[in-house]
């Protein structure tokens, strides 16, 4: 795996009007079905953002990804935002997750960005106790 996804994982994966068109024409819906299905209300009123799903590596991620794969499953019609990404050869994670398989010395490795309850139980107890 070369590219984990990690854009995909961004909370706020803002969506055009155009992209949810796109999205509905994709699964054969309306306009109004693909926006009460796919997005949720963003930062400010106006703004649609994806709607995610539980992810193993980064915690959440956008509710297209393939978990497994860390293919997109609707890339012909992904949102504007994801065609426009990264915007260079490749995006920062990217660099940091080939550094961190050559330091460790592991092609398959997987830097999480998040931890599991439960996996550093002295931070949790000094969190509950602050």
């Not at 949720?40 to 297209?64: M, Y």
């Not at 794969?69 to 490749?90: A, E, F, M, Y």
Request: aromatic content about 10%; charged content about 35%.
């Amino acid at each position: 795996m070369n590219c984990p996804s990690y854009c995909c994982t961004y909370p706020r994966i803002p969506v055009t009007r155009r992209d949810i068109q796109r999205l509905a024409r994709h699964f054969d819906i309306t306009e109004e079905q693909a926006r009460r299905r796919f997005t949720k209300r963003g930062w400010s009123g106006r703004e649609r953002v994806l709607r995610h799903q539980k992810d193993e590596i980064f915690g959440t991620a956008c509710r297209f990804l393939d978990t497994e794969t860390r293919l997109c499953t609707v890339h012909g019609s992904r949102p504007s935002v994801c065609r426009g990404h990264p915007d260079g050869r490749n995006c920062g994670y990217y660099t940091f997750l080939m550094a961190e398989r050559r330091d460790q010395r592991d092609p398959t490795l997987v830097a999480r960005a998040y931890n599991l309850p439960g996996e550093f139980p002295r931070l949790e107890e000094r969190r509950k106790g602050e």
